[in-house]
C-alpha cells in the first residue's frame, strides 16, 4: 500500500507539474503519445523509493533488493527495444505488451541518470529541471538539451534515432527495415543526409579535439 500511495503522490510532479507538448494539448479525438512515457512511470516509480529512505520507510538494502529486483523483472521484456519508440507508440504492439517495464527499466534509466551524473549534479539537475519548467510543458529534445544545460554533461546521443540514423530491435525488425528503405529512397536519401551533416558538424577531428581538449582542462582544475 505504501509503495501504491508513493508512487501515486509522485505524479503530481510529473506529469502533472512537468509534462511534454503532446499532454499539455492533449488531443482527445486524435491522440498522439509523448516520447516522454517513460520518464512520468519510471522517474515517479524511482523517486518514489528514494521518497520512502528518505523517510525512513526502507532501509538502504531494502531499496538495493528493490533495484535488484527492478533488474530481473526487466528481463522479461524485449530489452533491445527504444524507451523513447515505446513511449510514443505505447497503444501498439510490440510496444504495448513491453508497457509494465516502464516501472522497471524506466525507474533504472533514473537510477543510471543518477549513478552516471553523481548525486550532487542529479538531484540539482531535477530540481532546477522542475522548477525551471514548473506546469509548463517541454518535448523531448528540450528535457535533454535543457539538463545537459543544467548539468554540464553532454547527454546528447551520438545520433538521432529515426532522423540520423535507424537501429533495429530483433532480425525480423531488421529484414523490415531493409525492405522499407530499400524501396523509399527519399528517405533513405533524407537520413543519409542528415547522419552526413551531423558527422559534418559534431564528428569531425577538429571539432572532436576541440572537445577533449574541453574535458581535459576541466578535470585538471
Ligand atoms: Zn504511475
Redesign the pocket.
Known amino acids: 500500500m505504501t509503495d501504491v500511495v508513493a508512487?501515486?503522490f509522485?505524479?503530481i510532479v510529473t506529469p502533472l507539474g512537468v509534462h511534454s507538448e503532446d499532454i499539455h494539448y492533449f488531443d482527445y479525438n486524435n491522440p498522439t503519445f509523448s516520447k516522454h512515457l517513460w520518464m512520468?512511470?519510471g522517474t515517479?516509480?524511482y523517486f518514489a523509493n528514494l521518497f520512502q529512505i528518505n523517510q525512513g520507510l526502507i532501509d538502504a538494502p531494502d531499496f538495493y533488493n528493490r533495484i535488484m529486483d527492478k533488474v530481473s523483472q526487466a528481463q522479461r521484456f524485449d530489452d533491445t527495444m527504444s524507451f523513447t519508440q515505446m513511449s510514443a507508440g505505447i497503444v501498439e504492439e510490440p510496444y504495448q505488451a513491453n508497457y509494465g517495464n516502464?516501472?522497471q527499466k524506466g525507474a533504472l534509466i533514473g537510477h543510471n541518470l543518477r549513478g552516471y551524473l553523481g548525486d550532487s549534479l542529479f538531484f540539482n539537475g531535477v530540481k532546477q529541471l522542475l522548477s525551471q519548467n514548473k506546469y509548463g510543458n517541454l518535448n523531448a529534445n528540450q528535457f535533454r538539451d535543457q539538463l545537459t544545460a543544467i548539468t554540464g554533461y553532454n547527454l546528447n546521443s551520438f545520433f538521432d534515432e529515426g532522423d540520423e540514423i535507424v537501429g533495429y530491435s530483433s532480425a525480423d525488425d531488421l529484414i523490415d527495415k531493409i525492405r522499407f528503405y530499400l524501396s523509399d529512397e527519399q528517405e533513405r536519401e533524407r537520413i543519409a543526409r542528415n547522419a552526413y551533416s551531423r558527422v559534418m558538424k559534431d564528428y569531425r577531428i577538429g571539432s572532436l579535439l576541440h572537445r577533449a581538449g574541453a574535458i581535459i582542462q576541466e578535470v585538471s582544475q
Open positions: 508512487h501515486e509522485f505524479h512520468y512511470e515517479t516509480e516502464v516501472y
